[in-house]
């Protein structure tokens, strides 16, 4: 299948790459803040009507730099200054963490830092390197979260499946006590082995999973199905997708070692959800892929669902 840029296969790469600022050379998180611009404080101000009345129960969370409005909060909301939030992360450095990217998601809303983990998973024959990503909120869209990322190195595919027994996601209340991050650090190790031993048995277990081509055409239509009352344009778009999925499975140059199995087809469904064009590419897309990416892959869960 051929593009304007040649395959479909070339200059596939990472959810983040091109987004934040690289951090690499910082030792330290308030070196991660000052490389990637993040060493900014939240206020938070009153709100008032146009008539100059004040609106009760309700702030505004504003970046002191610039006076930049990021989300109205309850009044008992309290805010988590990036330095408070990303602390802890110093702690995984001593283990052999290493920081990555640091960047904002929607000018500031949130705030991202990302950090390679030091061991490298060999699964099904495979190289598998995994990162962690640290989002703090100043919204009260969501709360201070990390969330383990495996990346396949073949192909720079996302791997990170929902599992039945670890969590991808996860949540800390924050501390200014150093006990605390010590705690918090180790607890974030174990969560990651955690994880990866759990999806190294995932994709042993998919690996054994023949899938025939009518399988494979069969969950590629269920995945994406033509809506109902469907306009020619969109039952033509809704092919072109099938048909890029399909590509994905049969042709990847990365998948060809690789028998015809339910892994196989996991790798497809991630290939075409992290590296597939949209049909419409807005200047924001890749900053809202990388933002989604973080709480797993809705297509990528169902088709996990499918094959299991």
Same mark, same amino acid.
């Given at each position: ?43 938070q ?24 409005a ?107 006590s ?19 031993e ?9 690996? +054994? ?5 009518? =399988? /494979? ?7 994406? %199905?033509?809506? !109902?009352? #469907? *306009? ?11 048909k ?16 015809? +199995? ?5 790798? =497809? /469904? ?7 064009? %949209?049909?419409? !590419?807005? #200047? *924001? ?15 990528v ?8």
């Open positions: 299948m051929k593009t304007t840029t040649g395959t479909i296969f070339e200059n596939r790469r990472t959810v983040w790459d091109g987004l934040g600022k690289d951090v690499r050379g910082a030792s330290t998180a308030e070196e991660v803040l000052e490389l990637a611009d993040l060493n900014w404080q939240v206020e101000k009153p709100i008032y009507t146009e008539d100059g009345i004040k609106i009760p129960g309700y702030r505004a969370n504003i970046r002191a730099t610039d006076q930049y990021l989300g109205v909060v309850s009044d008992k909301y309290k805010v988590v200054q990036n330095q408070t939030a990303f602390a802890f992360s110093e702690e995984l450095l001593k283990h052999g963490f290493r920081y990555q990217y640091a960047g904002v998601f929607q000018q500031g809303r949130k705030t991202w830092v990302l950090i390679q983990i030091p061991d490298q998973y060999i699964i099904n024959g495979e190289r598998i390197c995994s990162y962690l990503v640290f989002l703090n909120s100043h919204d009260a869209s969501s709360s201070f979260k990390i969330a383990i990322t495996p990346i396949r190195i073949l192909c720079s595919n996302m791997l990170n499946l929902a599992l039945g027994n670890a969590r991808q996601v996860w949540s800390f209340k924050h501390s200014r150093v006990e605390n991050n010590v705690h918090d650090a180790l607890e974030t190790m174990e969560r990651s082995v955690d994880y990866m759990e999806l190294g048995m995932q994709i042993e277990k998919l690996g +054994n999973i023949p899938m025939d081509k009518e =399988a /494979v055409e069969r969950n590629v239509h269920l995945l994406l %199905p033509v809506p !109902e009352q #469907a *306009t020619a344009l969109q039952e033509q778009n809704v092919r072109k997708q099938r890029d999925m399909l590509t994905r499975f049969y042709e990847a140059p990365d998948l060809q070692h690789v028998g015809f +199995n339910a892994y196989r087809f996991i790798n =497809a /469904v991630s290939d075409f959800e992290t590296h597939s064009r %949209p049909l419409r !590419e807005t #200047a *924001t897309y890749r900053e809202n892929l990388f933002e989604r990416s973080l709480d797993g892959n809705r297509l869960d169902k088709a996990m669902k499918l094959v299991g």
